[in-house]
């Protein structure tokens, strides 16, 4: 029975990285729907309300999870087919990949005004006001953060909790990218769901800057860099984890992140983290490199965590 949730978390690692994201019936398109459904129900300018909207979508959703690992749990086959499914229903890696790789292409390629319409689909900046450095190092930034919250976080949880903890997480992951922005409508409503997506990214989160600092080698980068750089200057991003894994790879691709950040009509200075050169076209192409090099490892060592921690507890059931 041990050997149910690694197979399966191995498996969904494989179809996100060879058949990427549904066409059609996404389950977290899906889940988009339900919520703005029970937003519309839901919403009020107070904290309460945003609490039990939380805890109603998150709720549920765990505990379709529960029940999923329960009816799969006395088949290994099945509990493999079961949380394989559910990995890759809720990986993010390829399309990840794939929009950071078109990004690169029409940097590279000098169209401008083509990378920031697509930039949109990685990011909610107002990319209009960007040029070709700011649009790569929007890039860069978001397929950092992303690597954490739509790759490592995951699997991360589906290794502590198998099916309830994968879906469970990016039900919550999505709840905060809907409303845990500081909006008027959202600053009470989406307290909870942003904060909700920070406690379960604690761990996650740094555990993809130590990754980053590991894989960096691979893609040719430097792993003392994004150590050190990480170490100094991620506390300094206002978001507890995104600066993190911003952080790390910024040290690693030996560039600048952070400065000048525009959303809309709110304009954030962030802080800088690196002390390298500007981003370019090259290093989003690396930054995308380096993000499937941790995807892979990261698949690989939950699924070594889940089978040994589900060996010893085969043996004290024994």
């Known amino acids: 029975m041990s050997a149910g949730r690694a197979v399966g978390l191995l498996l969904g690692v494989a179809a996100d990285a060879a058949i990427g994201d549904p066409r059609r019936g996404h389950p977290v398109a899906i ?11 839901l919403h009020r300018d107070r904290r309460l309300a945003g609490i039990a909207y939380t805890g109603l979508l ?3 959703t765990v505990g379709v999870g529960v029940l999923a690992q329960r009816l799969s749990r006395r088949s290994p086959v099945l509990e493999a087919a079961v949380t394989g499914l559910a990995t890759w229903a809720v990986l993010g890696g390829s399309s990840l990949a794939d929009e950071g790789t078109a990004m690169a292409r029409m940097l590279d390629a000098g169209e401008i005004d083509a990378a920031r319409v697509r930039l949109r689909n990685l990011c ?13 190092r929007a890039t860069v930034e978001s397929v950092a953060e992303n690597t954490s ?23 919550a992951n999505t709840l905060d990218a809907m409303v845990g922005h500081r909006s008027p409508r959202y600053r009470n409503f989406g307290w909870a769901s942003a904060r909700l997506d920070d406690v379960l990214n604690l761990v996650p989160s740094r555990l993809a800057a130590v990754l ?11 792993a003392g860099g994004a150590w050190r750089t990480w170490r100094q ?12 894994v911003e952080a790390a790879f910024a040290g690693a691709l030996q560039i600048r992140l952070g400065g000048r950040t525009v959303y809309g009509h ?10 390298g050169r500007t981003a370019d076209a090259g290093d989003v192409t690396r930054s995308v490199e380096l993000s499937r090099v941790i995807g892979t490892v990261t698949g ?19």
């Open 124 to 136: 909610g900046r107002d990319s209009a006001v960007l040029d070709g450095q700011g649009l790569a």
């Open 233 to 244: 200057d991620a506390s300094a991003h206002p978001s507890p984890n995104a600066g993190q």
């Open 212 to 222: 980053t600092s590991a894989c960096a080698p691979v893609v040719g980068g430097s």
């Open 149 to 171: 919250d739509a790759v490592v976080a995951p699997l991360v949880w589906g290794a502590i909790a198998g099916v309830p903890g994968l879906i469970g997480y990016r039900a």
């Open 58 to 60: 998150v709720g549920g």
């Open 266 to 275: 709110v304009v954030e200075q962030r802080p800088v983290l690196g002390e």
């Open 300 to 318: 690989v060592l939950t699924a070594a965590f889940a089978l040994t921690r589900g060996i010893r507890r085969d043996r004290r059931n024994r």
């Open 31 to 41: 889940f988009g729907k339900a919520a703005q459904a029970a937003e519309r129900a």
